[in-house]
Antibody, heavy 120, light 107 residues
């Protein structure tokens, strides 16, 4: 059974940093691209960042230059390093597994999320 | 960035009725569009990809159509478990973008 468990969220002051982790199990982690999607309280979904199995990275415009996605295939863990945090980064952060079906890039399994609150 | 606009924001439907949700892209995304369902307190669930292909295990009452910039998700006969928020998402271009969502509520 595929499981994705996020951790590392919490309360941080504006300008601060936080590192999120996503522990993966139930599939061959190193063979799959992975992604982070966030959801501000009461709002919609926003794609944050993706990393390919080969280590190529992609970022949304709102986090580019401040966030860094990485993966540790030996530990089956996905990370999101978040710097220069702003109030608008407050959200529930989901990690998700990416699957390609006929060329479609799809998020087929999701974790339950970890909450990041940026406030003084 | 491709902007995805969903309408309506809220749709009130009685159980057993049909629901039609719309999604419009600011530029062509071909058929590189997915629909996700999200229930309160839960992570999103993939429903449709390639604009019209149901994901594994998705009931046949869910159908997707459209291409380029105009897309539709239809739920033919709403069941109690279908009341949720639905998001469209394009994966044709980076950055990947979601629509703002349509909440389907009980009338």
């Amino acid at each position: 059974e595929v499981q994705l468990v996020e951790s590392g969220g919490g309360l941080v002051q504006p300008g601060g940093s936080l590192r999120l982790s996503c522990a993966a199990s139930g599939f061959t982690f190193s063979s799959y691209d992975m992604t982070w999607v966030r959801q501000a309280p009461g709002m919609g979904l926003e794609w944050v960042s993706s990393i390919t199995r080969g280590g190529n990275t992609y970022y949304g415009d709102s986090v580019k230059g401040r966030f860094a996605i990485s993966r540790d295939n030996s530990e089956n863990t996905l990370h999101l390093e978040m710097n220069s945090l702003r109030a608008e980064d407050t959200a529930l952060y989901y990690c998700a597994k990416i699957v390609y079906i006929g060329g479609s890039q799809l998020f087929d399994y999701w974790g339950q999320g970890t909450l990041v609150t940026v406030s003084s | 960035e491709i902007v995805m606009a969903q309408s309506p924001a809220t749709l009130s439907v009685s159980p057993g009725e049909r629901a039609t949700l719309s999604c419009r892209a600011s530029q062509s995304v071909s058929d590189n569009l997915a629909w996700y369902q999200q229930k309160p307190g839960r992570a999103p669930r993939l429903l449709i990809h390639g604009a019209s292909t149901r994901a594994t295990g998705v009931p046949a009452r869910f159908s997707g159509s459209g291409s380029e910039t105009e897309f539709t998700l239809t739920i033919s006969s709403l069941q109690s478990e279908d009341f949720a928020v639905y998001y469209c998402q394009q994966y044709n271009n980076w950055p990947l973008t979601f629509g703002g969502g349509t909440k389907v509520e009980i009338k």
